[in-house]
T-cell receptor, first 115, second 114 residues
Framework: EAGVAQSPRYKIIEKRQSVAFWCNPI?????LYWYQQILGQGPKLLIQ????????DSQLPKDRFSAERLKGVDSTLKIQPAKLEDSAVYLC?????????????FGPGTRLTVL | AQSVSQHNHHVILSEAASLELGCNYS??????LFWYVQYPGQHLQLLLK??????LVKGIKGFEAEFIKSKFSFNLRKPSVQWSDTAEYFC????????????FGAGTRLFVKA
């Protein structure tokens, strides 16, 4: 079974530039999550999709971050414009149904450095 | 606000020592509890999870965790660690409320000396 795919693996940009991350979840998984993991901290949920609808985006800085999951499969997360404090690893995960008991399967992450 | 606390950020043990990593959460309702592990160079993966029933749950690689409701705790244990257990361990909580939002602790880095 193929795992969660993410690209790119690494990205270096300057502040005020824009960047986009892509995630392809495990086939058949209805729920997709984007997390931000700052060095020394645990993953923080940014947005959770159930199929192509948003379940929770309460911690997504909506003035600069946006995410979409068209057709309920793969997803993109965009930052525009980036700030220094956005430097982090961005993790994508997926699960079967997202009803609280599911195992989440994580991708390798995208390490973003904002200079 | 709901939160998850992991008491130790770094733990160093010798092989064969016993391990206990603490995890406490702040939420008054029912929760689903998880421990995830990230081995060096690998993705985060599930170690074990608890929803209900026997509060002592067993996971992969000899790990177990005990849910103590009165203490809002879900501590991870292993009787005898191996060098290959060197990793970062994350406790996660999903309250049984609408949305089922996942809250992770800050993680504990475990280093096992051979």
């Amino acid at each position: 079974e193929a795992g969660v795919a993410q690209s790119p693996r690494y990205k270096i940009i300057e502040k005020r530039q824009s960047v986009a991350f892509w995630c392809n979840p495990i086939s058949g998984h209805a729920t997709l999550y984007w997390y931000q993991q700052i060095l020394g901290q645990g993953p923080k949920l940014l947005i959770q999709f159930q199929n192509n609808g948003v379940v929770d985006d309460s911690q997504l800085p909506k003035d600069r971050f946006s995410a979409e999951r068209l057709k309920g499969v793969d997803s993109t997360l965009k930052i525009q414009p980036a700030k220094l404090e956005d430097s982090a690893v961005y993790l994508c995960a997926s699960s079967l149904a997202g009803q609280g008991r599911d195992t989440q399967y994580f991708g390798p992450g995208t390490r973003l450095t904002v200079l | 606000a709901q939160s998850v606390s992991q008491h130790n950020h770094h733990v160093i043990l010798s092989e064969a020592a016993s391990l206990e990593l603490g995890c406490n959460y702040s939420y008054g309702g029912t929760v689903n509890l998880f421990w995830y592990v990230q081995y060096p160079g690998q993705h985060l993966q599930l170690l074990l999870k608890y929803f209900s029933g026997d509060p002592l749950v067993k996971g992969i690689k000899g790990f177990e965790a005990e849910f103590i409701k009165s203490k809002f705790s879900f501590n991870l244990r292993k009787p005898s660690v191996q060098w290959s257990d060197t990793a970062e361990y994350f406790c996660a909580v999903i309250p049984n409320t609408g949305g089922f939002k996942t809250i992770f602790g800050a993680g504990t880095r475990l280093f096992v000396k051979a």
